[in-house]
């Protein structure tokens, strides 16, 4: 990385971060004359990241599809650790997210803020849990968010889904909604293990072009269908995503 990058790199960090602590202190402040709810912290952080932390880190969307008016199960391949930075901006969405991201500074306290069901994917009793807690945020009226491969992948295809969340999700008659998305530089990609550096190498260039694909709810009585199906539509989507920027993943 040259110093020039590895510079804006740390001046964005440092502009999301003070950003973050910001909101999160001014709602916090607020609060004490406006009670916190669920649909006051979705808020929170669809403005955080539509008017501060997606500017300053120059990601451009491309979007195709439209969120659906009823709460659903939203699935989508996981590329980066900037995923749910961009899909929250436009799904107002609980995101079904690993236990790990609680040992992340600041980015722990605006996620159990502004909505987020932790998982330990090791743990049984905790994927068992967090799937009842899934269902239970939907019926209350939220969507929710899980990135069913349980990890980021790096190949052009997605890595095979879990079923658990298709399973629960016919099961309790839940709409699920596709969602694909992919990046246009090899560096969007969590191919280095630390966060910090990673951040560091992805956010040193000077745009993330990014295509996202929002599909059409489904729901069925079989899961496992349902799950095959998904996965199947994923793939498609992001085969043509990068059809269209002619390579895979240019640098």
């Not at 912290?41 to 491309?62: D, G, M, S, T």
């Not at 989508?76 to 236990?99: G, L, Q």
């Not at 491969?149 to 699920?176: C, H, R, W």
Request: positive net charge.
């Amino acid at each position: 990385m040259n110093l020039a990058g590895y510079t804006l790199a740390f001046l964005r960090a440092i502009w999301v971060f003070s950003g973050m602590v910001l909101y999160l202190s001014g709602y916090l402040v607020s609060s004490i004359w406006m009670p916190h709810t669920k649909d006051r912290a979705l808020r929170l952080r669809r403005h955080y990241l539509k008017y501060w932390c997606i500017p300053a880190l120059n990601i451009q969307v491309e979007l195709i599809g439209s969120p659906s008016t009823q709460p659903a199960l939203y699935v989508c391949n996981h590329r980066s650790f900037a995923d749910p930075i961009v899909i929250c901006k436009y799904v107002p969405a609980f995101v079904i997210a690993k236990a790990e991201v609680r040992s992340y500074p600041i980015i722990n306290w605006g996620a159990e803020l502004t909505g987020v069901i932790w998982v330990d994917r090791q743990d049984q009793i905790s994927r068992t849990q967090a799937r009842g807690t899934m269902v239970e945020t939907i019926r209350q009226g939220y969507n929710v968010l899980v990135f069913p491969e349980g990890t980021v992948a790096v190949d052009p295809m997605p890595l095979p889904f879990k079923k658990g969340s298709f399973v629960e999700a016919a099961q309790n008659q839940i709409p699920v909604i596709p969602m694909a998305i992919e990046f246009r530089s090899k560096k969007d990609l969590w191919v280095i293990e630390k966060f910090i550096p990673q951040y560091m190498y992805q956010f040193s260039k000077w745009k993330t072009e990014v295509k996202m694909v929002i599909g059409k709810p489904v729901t069925s009585i079989e899961g496992d269908l349902m799950h095959k199906d998904i996965f199947q539509w994923v793939g498609t989507q992001m085969a043509g995503m990068q059809k269209d920027w002619s390579t895979a993943f240019p640098s």
